[in-house]
């Protein structure tokens, strides 16, 4: 081939390459950028800086004012620190660490929302610390839209959003009764997840942004519960507890003005077993609105609440005895809030309580026959006539709150199965109440494998589960 040729070839490769080159940069710039913290992402376990000046407090010997700092600290668990390294005077001093007084400081100006300052690093105990169990920085009347931050959640794998310059699959957009929720993954959040896993703790993993679907503005107080409701929804995903943290109120194209600085209730990192599949975040897209819409009523509200922090508590066991109490205590108010409250039976035909779950299973179409791998609990329920899942598990229960001097010993593993059973019936059961009808992973199946999932039973058998 002649060197003109060659040359030619050349071109028309370097063309294709330039070709593909612009196509990938169109694609990255039409990308939606991800949404960004008000407050920087921190590595896990490292504290968020809130404020750095001015401190004040009143206490009996006058007004205390020291310079110092506010964050949110995660070791040993989450909490609100203030903290100071200048050294009180004595008679301030004394009664500050007195054990009776009630005394806390405060930043000198609580009506506007200061700019995040940057992390210092300390090398040694401040002198003054302590811990406040709530507070609100500057104020609003109307927002545009509230920002927040979510720890340990799902790493779930979504729809395509940009990070400087390149892109990721971390976006999930939740929508249900007039809001949108957008929820994005932070840059690098494999080693993010990676590193919490192995330390425990927490990690800071994907940042959100609540509004209204019409951009709208919204009144604070309506925010807030939106706030609570992403709690529940977000802790219900994870199988333990999480939400919104630092939630963040803004007016106009971006100024923020209000910030919610109490620490939330949020469990350190735990591997557990949970419904959600991080392959399949569109279910999280379909469970949304229905969940939303069970949780807007009042009434309801306070059974998905109490429900899910039941669930919660039986996932993550401190032992499998009282993880059964807790779960049939979820699955109990089920069993009045759907089937009694709603009159599909009355009060005498839900007793004992075990015939009320299998009731409220019945009507879910959730199966009531204990999983034949469960070999030891199948063994001993047909041993002693308990005929079905529900039945097993309330006995066992009850063997273990009524506790008698006869009663035998039960292996550990009938406790394990029993577990994992009660478990299945309340996460299902609250998963038909909500409404939902897509796909799930079965904690009875074992291993379990991310993108495993399957159908819900009731959509199984061919309908949504009944109201």
């Known amino acids: 081939m002649s060197s003109t040729g060659e040359h030619s070839d050349e071109a028309k490769a370097q063309a294709g390459n330039d070709s593909r080159d612009d196509e990938y940069r169109?694609?990255?710039?039409?990308?939606?950028?991800?949404?960004?913290?008000?407050?920087?992402?921190?590595?896990?376990?490292?504290?968020?800086?809130?404020?750095?000046?001015?401190?004040?407090?009143?206490?009996?010997?006058?007004?205390?004012?020291?310079?110092?700092?506010?964050?949110?600290?995660?070791?040993?668990?989450?909490?609100?620190?203030?903290?100071s390294t200048e050294e009180l005077p004595p008679r301030l001093a004394l009664e500050f660490f007195a054990a009776d007084v009630d005394f806390d400081l405060f930043p000198a100006d609580v009506s506007r929302l200061p700019v995040p300052?940057?992390?210092?690093?300390?090398?040694?105990?401040?002198?003054?610390?302590?811990?406040?169990?709530?507070?609100?920085?500057?104020?609003?009347?109307?927002?545009?839209?509230?920002?927040?931050?979510?720890?340990?959640?799902?790493?779930?794998?979504?729809?395509?959003?940009?990070?400087?310059?390149?892109?990721t699959r971390g976006r999930l957009v939740l929508s249900g009764g007039g809001w949108r929720i957008t929820i994005d993954s932070r840059e690098g959040l494999d080693d993010i997840v990676a590193s919490v896993k192995r330390s425990g703790g927490y990690a800071l993993t994907h940042v959100g942004r609540l509004e209204r679907e019409d951009g709208a503005l919204f009144e604070l107080s309506h925010g807030q519960l939106m706030i609570d409701a992403i709690y529940r929804f977000c802790s219900f995903v994870n199988g333990f507890a999480t939400g919104p943290l630092l939630p963040v109120g803004f007016v106009g194209a971006g100024q923020a003005v209000w910030s919610d600085w109490r620490p939330i209730v949020a469990d350190p990192w735990h591997s557990v077993d949970s419904w959600a599949d991080a392959l399949h975040p569109n279910e999280l897209t379909n469970l949304f609105p229905r969940f939303l819409n069970r949780w807007l009523d009042p009434y309801w509200q306070r059974v998905v609440n109490a429900g899910i922090a039941f669930y919660l508590d039986a996932n993550v066991p401190r032992t499998l005895q009282r993880a059964i109490v807790l779960a049939q205590i979820g699955l109990e108010l089920l069993v009045y809030a759907v089937l009694v409250d709603e009159q599909h039976v009355g009060a005498q035909d839900i007793k004992p309580i075990g015939v009320g779950i299998a009731r409220l299973l019945d009507h879910?179409?959730?199966?009531?026959?204990?999983?034949?791998?469960?070999?030891?609990?199948?063994?001993?329920?047909?041993?002693?006539?308990?005929?079905?899942?529900?039945?097993?598990?309330?006995?066992?229960?009850?063997?273990?709150?009524?506790?008698?001097?006869?009663?035998?010993?039960?292996?550990?593993?009938?406790?394990?199965?029993?577990?994992?059973?009660?478990?299945?019936?309340?996460?299902?059961?609250?998963?038909?109440?909500?409404?939902?009808?897509?796909?799930?992973?079965?904690?009875?199946?074992?291993?379990?494998?991310?993108?495993?999932?399957e159908p819900v039973p009731w959509a199984v058998a061919g309908a949504r589960p009944p109201a």
């Open 26 to 83: 169109r694609w990255v710039e039409a990308t939606p950028p991800a949404v960004e913290p008000f407050y920087p992402f921190r590595a896990p376990n490292e504290s968020i800086p809130l404020y750095a000046g001015q401190l004040r407090g009143t206490a009996k010997a006058g007004e205390v004012v020291v310079d110092g700092a506010i964050e949110t600290a995660f070791q040993p668990t989450l909490r609100l620190r203030y903290k």
């Open 117 to 167: 300052p940057q992390p210092i690093d300390e090398n040694r105990t401040p002198p003054v610390e302590g811990y406040l169990l709530q507070l609100e920085m500057g104020a609003a009347d109307r927002l545009a839209f509230m920002t927040f931050q979510l720890p340990n959640f799902l790493p779930f794998i979504g729809d395509w959003i940009r990070h400087e310059g390149h892109l």
């Open 364 to 453: 879910y179409k959730i199966s009531t026959v204990i999983p034949k791998h469960f070999t030891e609990l199948a063994d001993l329920a047909s041993s002693n006539g308990w005929a079905t899942g529900p039945w097993a598990v309330t006995a066992l229960r009850n063997e273990f709150v009524h506790a008698k001097r006869a009663t035998p010993v039960r292996p550990y593993k009938v406790w394990l199965q029993a577990w994992k059973l009660i478990s299945w019936y309340l996460e299902l059961a609250l998963l038909a109440t909500f409404g939902f009808n897509g796909e799930y992973m079965n904690r009875l199946n074992w291993p379990r494998r991310p993108g495993t999932v």
